[in-house]
């Protein structure tokens, strides 16, 4: 790739999160029209005046600009080793991570080995806790069976665990994974060793975001978990506890409107399963159907409904409801009559983008958008 030291050099610019960098990138590569080579190569006036630029920032970039011959030299050591980058301009890129991370948050560059046609297939996450219960890990085994025979790639981060179960068993069902690193493409020697064949054979894509050299970190691992949900269509939990990756990746995607599936505890499990669902998690059972849990009735007993379609059912239902009458959130609460409160319920309709709301006798109604609209990519 021709101008890879440069985008080396302006994704891991220092103090500079995701969201300059890709503000930066709008206003040179799409506005206007030039590379970011020639970017590099401007006048700092043109730097603090067209770009808007503080002192600071020309200074970050006046030092980057001067590791350039270095990072050139690591560009292409990388490319005879058979890794790949790919900036978050090019049509290679994976379009599911641009859309779920958007400019906030999405990786300006992607370091790759293997692959690359899986970042734009159909993709599941699995994700749970390193020291998961069995009942965990037979779970992470059935959605990855589930989802490699609908010819899904399986999402894991090559944590022990959920993570090591998924990707294991993405591979024996003849299924194909994307494993996202907690460390510098360069640093997964062992890794490399034990799934040669698979990356050879285009069945496992290892990513990286992080510069190449960087060894495994725990803040790196935390920094990983966004990619790993960003990258999936969909997100299933096999087992949380009350703090470190799962957890905070849980909260994070919901914070970001994703659907995330976790599933429901057996009577006895100790985790934090059930507190994920009540944050907005939607719960599943064993084998990944959808669970309604109805008010506790009279007696004290609860009714569960499974449902068999997990990826829509809820969002379908609440469109159907309210396709022809405009209802409030109580309503739709006692017409499905879900275990749910007005509060929670009505955090998740506002993240339905089908959905608007109207003001009727001074109650919020929720009813679907006549003309919904979709929203264009900024890259």
Do not use: C
Request: no cysteine; glycine share 6%; charged share 25%.
């Amino acid at each position: 790739m021709k101008d890879a030291a440069y985008w080396i050099a302006l994704s891991h610019l220092p103090r500079w999160g995701s969201q300059k960098i890709n503000n930066l990138i709008i206003k040179f590569y799409h506005n206007s029209g030039i590379s970011i080579e020639e970017f590099f190569n401007l006048p700092k006036g043109i730097w603090e005046k067209q770009y808007e630029l503080e002192a600071k920032d020309v200074k970050d970039l006046v030092n980057a600009k001067l590791e350039v011959p270095n990072y050139a030299f690591l560009a292409e050591s990388l490319i005879s080793q058979g890794f790949e980058m790919i900036p978050i301009t090019s049509k290679v890129y994976s379009q599911t991570l641009k859309n779920n991370l958007k400019t906030s948050f999405a990786p300006p560059l992607l370091y790759i080995k293997g692959n690359t046609k899986l970042l734009h297939e159909n993709s599941v996450a699995i994700v749970g806790s390193r020291d998961a219960s069995e009942i965990a890990l037979k779970f992470a085994d059935v959605i990855a069976k589930k989802s490699t025979e609908s010819y899904k790639v399986i999402v894991s981060g090559f944590a022990k665990g959920v993570d090591r179960q998924a990707l294991d068993s993405a591979i024996k069902y003849k299924g194909q994974s994307i494993i996202v690193l907690p460390q510098g493409i360069q640093t997964f020697t062992s890794g490399y060793k034990e799934y040669y064949r698979q990356i050879v054979n285009g069945d496992v894509l290892v990513l990286s975001t992080f510069f190449p050299k960087s060894p495994w970190k725990t803040a790196l691992a935390m920094a990983r978990n966004p990619i790993i949900y960003g990258l999936a269509n969909d997100i299933y939990v096999a087992e949380s506890s009350e703090k470190g990756g799962t957890w905070e990746g849980v909260h994070d995607g919901l914070k970001k409107g994703r659907k995330i599936f976790v599933r429901m505890p057996q009577p006895g499990e100790k985790n934090a399963n059930k507190l994920l669902i009540a944050s907005g998690a939607i719960p599943i059972d064993d084998v990944g159907n959808v669970i309604y849990v109805a008010p506790k009735s009279v007696s004290g007993s609860s009714k569960i409904t499974v449902v068999n379609e997990p990826s829509d059912t809820f969002d379908e239902t609440i469109r159907n409801l309210v396709r022809s009458k405009p209802m409030t959130a109580s309503e739709i609460l006692e017409k499905l009559k879900l275990d749910y409160s007005v509060r929670k319920l009505s955090t998740q309709l506002k993240k339905m983008d089908f959905l608007e709301t109207k003001k009727i006798k001074n109650k919020i109604h929720y009813k679907v958008k006549i003309n919904s609209s979709v929203q264009p990519t900024l890259f």
